[in-house]
């Protein structure tokens, strides 16, 4: 598990690539891949507890908003490992 200090550091440097004119291909893939690896995450400690508790207990709207975001995920997923992305 990292650290928050660890976490920190990562998320500054994906704001530095947000905020560089031309940040290069490099650099946009890898702080895009960091933004891919968190939400895995992110997603996988949802998925753990809707194994414990059903997803139906959310009201109407959030579902609706972490089917999307499942479904945004996928997407961009297929288009990082097929390096569509600048």
């Known amino acids: 598990m990292a650290s928050s200090a660890?976490?920190?550091d990562r998320?500054?440097?994906v704001i530095a690539v947000a905020r560089s004119k031309r940040p290069g291909r490099?650099?946009?893939r890898k702080a895009i891949g960091q933004q891919m690896r968190s939400i895995r995450r992110d997603l996988g400690h949802?998925?753990?507890l809707a194994g414990q508790v059903p997803l139906s207990i959310l009201p109407t709207l959030l579902y609706r908003y972490l089917l999307v975001i499942h479904e945004?995920?996928?997407q961009q997923k297929a288009m990082y490992e097929r390096r569509v992305h600048p």
């Open 72 to 74: 945004l995920y996928r």
């Open 11 to 13: 998320i500054s440097e």
């Open 26 to 28: 490099k650099k946009t």
């Open 46 to 48: 949802i998925d753990t």
């Open 6 to 8: 660890e976490a920190v």
